[in-house]
């Protein structure tokens, strides 16, 4: 019968009521020691345990570090301390967070911006392919962090506002023709470190719609200051100036007795835009708020997107100018008059043939509620077809251009199609109008608000004169 040497256990820690138990030290053939034998319940039973690989995983790792230098494991093979070893080089933390009972850190993975918008369009893949060039355009400050959000493998879903007054609509109204869109990027807030805030969020404001951003927490940078990365992007439609507001609130603490559910936060300060219809390139700002608490130092992104169709139509851009002859209502009968025409955007303005436009306009034609422009066809059954000829063009109308007009202000008023019929002087002059004047109803219906006709009044600025509608 073979007889081994006893040591003690190494994983059983020292106790004062009696000798330790010990335990043979068993070599099975193949290997070295491959078990250990331990206990969780009673140290003092000696019961089959996992294997060193299981054990060394899930001790922590002071206990390693002293099974490692314990004079009584001196048998232990080499192969394990060289594992150690390098465990030790490739962990240098592993220890201090054992110790401390902490959980290893997780790897910083950067969230993707969150987008808020005010218009129809649900997903951002939907934009036009210039206008989300211009949105995820970042040359003009290549250091911010991109924010490239195309590349996207699923749709990004675009966050609503919601309306500022509960006696509002419940849905806020959503622009389907905009004419501008106004871009703004809040990056982050710096702030001091002794700041006792922890949640900070952000809220941007257009006319009586609220996009409210979500808590973020702040995280030390540096010794001094501290840093809540937000980076909420806010895509803001708009049909006429607006002014938006944005504010930086912080949520208010819990008081220390009870819990206080209607508490409201704290403002640290809102800076207002003043816009106007116009487009101007992405620029990067700081913004400055004083508060009790300190300075904070907002960093954002601003600029303003138009189309070249939306620039042209804001601008009222002069298209094309030439000598036209027009169908107007007389005193007594019809005629033809002749006049120097100047096509705008959104306008005809009509000057006296001699003097041009060195004299005011004698009449101007808005184009709000241009329809289309064509060759009418000549039908001797039907009266009110005006003979213009092979040159002559229509311009139609909305219907709703009439309702302001009385049956004794225009003969044959309940068949007034609300045309205007006008003569160039020559073929070239005729596809040349016929174009400018399609180029500018097209304009128009791109841009023209959707409940500018649908009552049974016209705005004052989009009548047209009654002698010129038949």
């Not at 290997?31 to 899930?58: A, D, Y």
């Not at 490739?90 to 201090?96: S, V």
């Not at 995820?136 to 990004?156: G, M, R, T, V, Y």
């Given at each position: ?29 193949g ?28 001790k ?23 594992e ?5 080089k ?7 967070s ?24 649900d ?44 006696s509002?609509?419940?849905n ?8 501008a ?9 710096t ?138 209502r ?12 100047v ?15 060195s ?24 009266e009110e ?5 092979n040159?002559?063009?229509a ?22 199609r ?38 049974d009044?016209?705005?004052?600025d ?9």
């Open positions: 019968m073979a007889f081994y040497r006893t040591v003690n256990n190494p994983m059983l820690s020292p106790t004062n009521d009696g000798p330790r138990r010990s335990l043979s030290l068993l070599s099975w053939p290997s070295t020691v491959q078990k250990l034998f331990t206990t969780r319940k009673s140290k003092r039973t000696i019961v089959p345990s996992q294997s060193h690989s299981e054990i060394k995983s899930k922590p790792y002071y206990q390693k570090l002293a099974l490692k230098k314990s004079k009584t494991v001196m048998d232990i093979t080499e192969v394990l301390e060289e150690e070893e390098q465990e030790e490739q962990l240098p933390a592993l220890a201090e054992e110790e401390m009972n902490l959980p290893m850190p997780l790897p910083v993975t950067r969230r993707e911006p969150s987008i808020y918008y005010n218009g129809m369009l997903t951002l893949d939907q934009f036009p392919t210039q206008k989300l060039a211009w949105i995820n355009d970042s040359s003009f400050a290549p250091e911010l962090p991109s924010a490239i959000l195309s590349k996207s493998d699923k749709p990004i879903l675009l966050r609503k506002p919601h309306m500022k007054h509960q509002s609509a419940a806020p109204r959503l622009l389907e023709k905009p004419k869109m106004f871009y703004l990027r809040v990056l982050n807030i702030m001091p470190s002794h700041s006792k805030a922890q949640q900070y969020r952000c809220t941007v404001q257009i006319q009586d719609q609220l996009c409210t951003g979500s808590y973020v927490n702040r995280a030390k940078n540096g010794k001094l200051t501290s840093q809540v990365d937000l980076d909420h992007i806010f895509l803001l439609e708009m049909d006429q100036p607006n002014l938006v507001t944005l504010r930086i609130d912080v949520k208010a603490p819990k008081k220390l007795l009870g819990y206080n559910k209607k508490r409201k936060d704290i403002t640290i300060g809102q800076q207002d835009f003043a816009l106007s219809l116009k487009p101007f390139a992405k620029q990067k700002h700081t913004i400055k708020f004083q508060h009790d608490q300190g300075t904070f130092h907002v960093n954002v992104v601003y600029g303003s997107y138009m189309n070249e169709h939306a620039q042209l139509l804001i601008a009222n851009q002069r298209l094309h100018a030439d000598f036209l002859t027009i169908y107007i007389g005193s007594v009968i019809p005629k033809w008059q002749r006049y120097w025409a096509l705008h955007a959104t306008k005809l303005d009509l000057y006296d043939f001699e003097y041009k436009e004299k005011p306009p004698q009449t101007s034609v808005p184009l709000h509620a241009l329809k289309s422009v064509f060759h009418p066809a000549l039908s001797l059954d039907d077809t005006v003979d213009v000829g040159l002559g063009l311009m139609q109308f909305m219907p709703q251009v009439l309702v302001h007009q009385t049956k004794s202000s225009v003969l044959n008023y309940h068949r007034n609300a045309r205007m019929y006008v003569l160039p002087d020559h073929t070239t002059s005729a596809n040349t109008w016929e174009a400018q004047l399609t180029y500018s109803a097209s304009l128009i219906d791109e841009f023209r608000p959707e409940g500018l006709f649908l009552k009044t016209t705005p004052h989009t009548q047209v004169p009654l002698k010129l509608l038949w």
